[in-house]
C-alpha cells in the first residue's frame, strides 16, 4: 500500500503487477533452485516487458507517469508505460510537413488573454511535454547541480539546467505569437505573477498598454504598499537581457 509518512521503505499498490511480481521473485529465490531459478523468471519478465513495448501495448494495471512515492520497481514499469503511451501517440499522428503546418496554424486562441500592444487573440502554444523522471533520476540531478560548487560559473550553468524546460516553453509561444512579448508569455504561464492595474491609469499610458503593470515578486501586498510594484532596474536588466534571444 502507499505510504503516508515520511520514510525509505515504499511499496506498489496491492493489486498492481509489481506486487505479483516482487512476491513470485521472492518465492522463486527461497525455492531449491535459489539465484538460478531467479534469474531465468528476471529474464523472462524482461523479455515480456521488451514485447510490450515492442508491440506498442500498455502494461496491465500500470500508470504512465512515474509517482515517487511508489518503490522504484514500480517508477521503473510507469516509465516504461509512459515510453510505450509516447510511442503509440507518436505512430497514430504521423504527419506530413503540410499537415503539420496546418496544425500549426489552428492553434486555439484563449478565450479572454490578447497580445497587449495589438490587441490581437492570444494563440494557445503547442508546448513539449516535460519528460517525467523516476526518483533515482531525480537524485542523480540533484547531486549533479550540487557538485556544480558555488562559483558565478556553476550559478550560470545552474540556472540553464534549470530553465530547459521554460526556455522551451517560451520559445513555443513566441512561435504560436510573433507579436508577444514578455508580458504576454507571463499572463499565459504563470497567471499568479501578473498583477493587474488599479483602476484610474493614468492618461499618459498608451492605450494598449494599460492592462501592462508588473511582474510579481512571489511576495503578497504588504498594507503600507500600493497595490503596484515596480520591478528593480538591476533585475529587469538582468531578465531581458538573458530573454532577447527568446522575446
Known amino acids: 500500500e502507499r ?54 501495448k500498455l502494461i496491465p494495471g500500470i500508470s504512465a507517469n512515474p509517482d515517487t512515492s511508489y518503490s522504484l520497481l514500480h517508477q521503473k514499469l510507469q516509465m516504461l508505460n509512459a515510453c510505450i503511451s509516447q510511442k503509440i501517440e507518436r505512430e497514430s499522428a504521423k504527419y506530413t510537413s503540410v499537415e503539420v503546418e496546418d496544425q500549426f496554424k489552428k492553434q486555439e ?15 494557445i502554444p503547442l508546448t513539449q511535454r516535460h519528460p517525467p523522471v523516476t526518483e533515482d533520476i531525480q537524485e542523480e540531478m540533484v547531486e549533479a547541480l550540487t557538485k556544480l560548487g558555488s562559483s558565478a560559473e556553476a550559478s550560470r550553468l545552474r540556472a540553464e539546467m534549470h530553465s530547459v524546460a521554460l526556455m522551451s516553453d517560451m520559445q513555443a509561444f513566441k512561435a504560436a505569437n510573433p507579436t508577444g512579448r ?31 503593470p508588473c511582474v510579481s515578486d512571489g511576495a503578497p501586498p504588504q498594507d ?23 522575446l
Not at 512476491?23 to 521488451?50: N, Y
Not at 488599479?198 to 494599460?210: A, L
Request: overall charge neutral; aromatic content about 6%.
Open 109 to 123: 486562441e484563449h478565450d479572454t488573454l490578447q497580445i497587449l500592444m495589438t490587441g490581437e487573440p492570444l494563440r
Open 224 to 246: 503600507n504598499e500600493p497595490e503596484m510594484k515596480n520591478i528593480k532596474k538591476e533585475k529587469s536588466t538582468d531578465c531581458d537581457s538573458a530573454l532577447i534571444p527568446l
Open 182 to 212: 514578455l508580458e504576454d508569455f507571463i499572463r499565459w504561464y504563470s497567471p499568479r505573477d501578473w498583477i493587474p492595474l488599479s483602476p484610474g491609469v493614468s492618461p499618459e499610458v498608451p492605450p494598449m498598454s494599460q492592462d501592462k
Open 3 to 56: 505510504h503516508t509518512n515520511a520514510g525509505p521503505v515504499k511499496s506498489s499498490p496491492a493489486v498492481s503487477i509489481t506486487r505479483k511480481l516482487s512476491v513470485s521473485l521472492c518465492l522463486v529465490l527461497c525455492s531449491p533452485g535459489g539465484m538460478l531459478a531467479f534469474a531465468q523468471l528476471w529474464r523472462a519478465v524482461i523479455e515480456k516487458l521488451r514485447s510490450f513495448y515492442e508491440s506498442g
